[in-house]
T-cell receptor, first 110, second 114 residues
């Protein structure tokens, strides 16, 4: 079945440093979604990307969809302690179901 | 956020017990989902219901039995579970039924099987 790999699995940064997580698929994707799960919480939708090469920004977060629509990235500029959590990408398979990536756990030290 | 609620929030059960998890969405959505989240594993889709009809059973063991009496309520009946079934069980809903819509998650039920 569809597999979606995310790297890194874990990253620990100092507050103010930048952070990037990457999502990779072996197949071409129709779209990709990103979710954030705070420790002890549940996944919360952040954004959906649909177009090849698309770039979207939400304050300090920048989301990008690759030109070949096989990969995506989430970049956080100047991290804050409130950014702590696990970031998941999710893709729709041909069976019309959402498959979640392995997630990147971000820890931010003050 | 109270769009999707789940009860109970925590559950401890023995392997011979029967229990049920409940999910309710107040968003007027047409699709509801059960996911399992274990430590060190990605979110695993278990079941999908569109307009009350089950459209996906992701090879889930029969000791998990879903029920969707209407578009707002979803249950997961549990029977003779195994310790490896201990996990966070998340319910989600979406407006559309294509699988590509934004999904809204409930807070989850933390299940421990002894």
């Amino acid at each position: 079945g569809q597999q979606v790999m995310q790297i890194p699995q874990y990253q620990h940064v100092q507050e103010g440093e930048d952070f990037t997580t990457y999502c990779n698929s072996s197949t071409t994707l129709s779209n990709i979604q990103w979710y954030k799960q705070r420790p002890g919480g549940h996944p919360v939708f952040l954004i959906q990307l649909v177009k090849s090469g698309e770039v979207k920004k939400q304050k300090r977060l920048t989301f990008q969809f690759g030109e070949a629509k096989k990969n995506s990235s989430l970049h956080i500029t100047a991290t804050q302690t409130t950014d702590v959590g696990t970031y998941f990408c999710a893709v729709v398979t041909g069976f019309q179901k959402l498959v979640f990536g392995t997630g990147t756990r971000l820890l931010v030290s003050p | 956020e109270t769009g999707v609620t789940q009860t109970p929030r925590h559950l401890v059960m023995g392997m011979t017990n029967k229990k049920s998890l409940k999910c309710e969405q107040h968003l007027g959505h047409n699709a509801m989902y059960w996911y399992k989240q274990s430590a060190k594993k990605p979110l695993e889709l278990m079941f999908v219901y569109n307009f009350k009809e089950q459209t996906e059973n992701n090879s889930v063991p029969s000791r998990f039995s879903p029920e969707c009496p209407n578009s707002s309520h979803l249950f997961l009946h549990l029977h003779t579970l195994q310790p490896e079934d201990s996990a966070l069980y998340l319910c989600a809903s979406s407006h559309g039924t294509s699988g590509s819509d934004e999904q809204f998650f409930g807070p989850g039920t933390r299940l421990t099987v002894l």
